[in-house]
């Protein structure tokens, strides 16, 4: 299995700054197709996952312009320029590659 | 838009099986261009990919080599919804489980994009 590795975990952030989150892959993502399938969750508390970013930087519809994502082969970053209260939550990477399916430890994201 | 609507018991005794449905609207099951998930989580296990369904032309199924052998995930197409089962579950099996969308690779949009509001699920006597 591909293993995702996020850090940091934890990531304490002043609103209006910016965050972000490092995910490592054991194996490249790169797929037999060209293209890399990597993606970005965000889950706020109480709720369900939600896809922000899909396919290393493509922004979901309707997902703020601050989020951004980036990154090759085995390593990819989330960036948020500005982090807004609504921002608070863990966010995941998560591979669709290679099955089975995986996805980082999270990385929460909370206000100083 | 898309939406999930799932609905099972949330309360499992250990050997017996658990049983979820994801009922969908505003997509089929039997779409040529999604697959049909369903995703645990757990604070001990993270998330966690179990298996999916999906059709194109005949229906297929893939699973997690973890539960390939207790699970099934079936499709009914007269009330567009899927299922989970999975057989002779343990405390271990405790978790929140999720019905996930997840267009297929050459759609526009690749990614679990639609999640059901997930059910707690706790296995215990």
């Known amino acids: 299995d591909i293993v995702m590795t996020q850090t940091p975990l934890s990531s304490p952030v002043t609103l209006g700054q910016p965050a972000s989150i490092s995910c490592r892959s054991s194996?490249?993502?790169?797929?037999?197709?060209?293209?890399?399938?990597l993606s970005w969750l965000q889950q706020r508390p109480g709720q369900p996952p939600r896809l922000l970013i899909y396919?290393?930087?493509n922004r979901l519809s309707g997902v703020p312009d601050r989020f951004s994502g980036s990154g090759a082969g085995t390593d990819f970053t989330l960036k948020i320029s500005r982090v807004e209260a609504e921002d608070v939550g863990v966010y995941y990477c998560?591979?669709?590659?290679?099955?089975?399916?995986?996805f980082g430890q999270g990385t929460k994201l909370e206000i100083k | 838009q898309v939406q999930l609507q799932q609905s099972g018991p949330g309360l499992v005794k250990p050997s017996q099986t658990l049983s979820l449905t994801c009922a969908i609207s505003?997509?089929?099951?039997?779409?040529?261009?999604?697959?049909w998930n369903w995703i645990r989580q757990s604070p001990s296990r993270g998330l966690e990919w179990l298996g999916r369904?999906?059709?194109?032309?005949?229906?297929?199924?893939d699973y997690a080599l973890s539960v390939k052998s207790r699970i099934t995930i079936r499709p009914d197409t007269s009330k567009n919804q899927f299922s989970l089962q999975l057989n002779s579950v343990t405390p271990e099996d405790t978790a929140v489980y999720y019905c996930?969308?997840?267009?297929?690779?050459?759609?526009?949009?690749?990614?679990?994009?639609?999640w059901g509001q997930g059910t707690v699920v706790t296995v215990s006597s």
């Open positions: 996930v969308r997840k267009p297929h690779r050459g759609s526009a949009v690749h990614g679990f994009d639609i």
């Open positions: 194996q490249s993502l790169v797929h037999s197709d060209g293209n890399t399938y």
């Open positions: 998560t591979q669709a590659t290679q099955f089975p399916y995986t």
């Open positions: 396919k290393i930087s």
């Open positions: 369904t999906y059709y194109r032309s005949t229906w297929y199924n």
């Open positions: 505003g997509d089929s099951v039997s779409s040529n261009s999604a697959a």
